[in-house]
């Protein structure tokens, strides 16, 4: 069974710095591609970014330059560094794994971790 958990959530001030983790169990994690969302109150879910098997990210344009997606396959683990956060960062993340399988694509989120930045 795939879990995902996400820890480092909080409470910043504008222009600080915070630091996600997700911890993955259960999945071929080295072969599974990895993406950031965030959910702020009232709004749909938003992809804030990817990195795939071989490292390679992608980023929205809202958190390009700011924010940083790394992984380390030894660990499980997937990182998300942001820096100069805004008060429009504040919002719910989560984590998603994604992999393909016999039974074909599987996706799984983790149960996401708040990220409060005041003004």
């Known amino acids: 069974q795939v879990q995902l958990v996400e820890s480092g959530g909080g409470l910043v001030q504008a222009g600080g710095s915070l630091g996600l983790s997700c911890a993955a169990s259960g999945s071929p994690f080295s072969a599974a591609v990895i993406g950031w969302y965030r959910q702020a109150p009232g709004k749909q879910r938003e992809l804030v970014g990817t990195?795939?098997?071989?490292?390679?990210?992608n980023y929205a344009a809202s958190v390009k330059g700011r924010f940083t997606i790394s992984r380390d396959n030894a660990k499980n683990t997937v990182s998300l560094q942001m820096n100069s956060l805004k008060p429009e960062d504040t919002a719910v993340y989560y984590c998603?794994?994604?992999?393909?399988?016999?039974?074909?694509?599987?996706?799984?989120w983790g149960q996401g971790t708040q990220v409060t930045v005041s003004s």
């Open positions: 998603n794994l994604q992999f393909t399988s016999s039974l074909g694509l599987r996706s799984y």
């Open positions: 990195i795939a098997s071989t490292g390679n990210t």
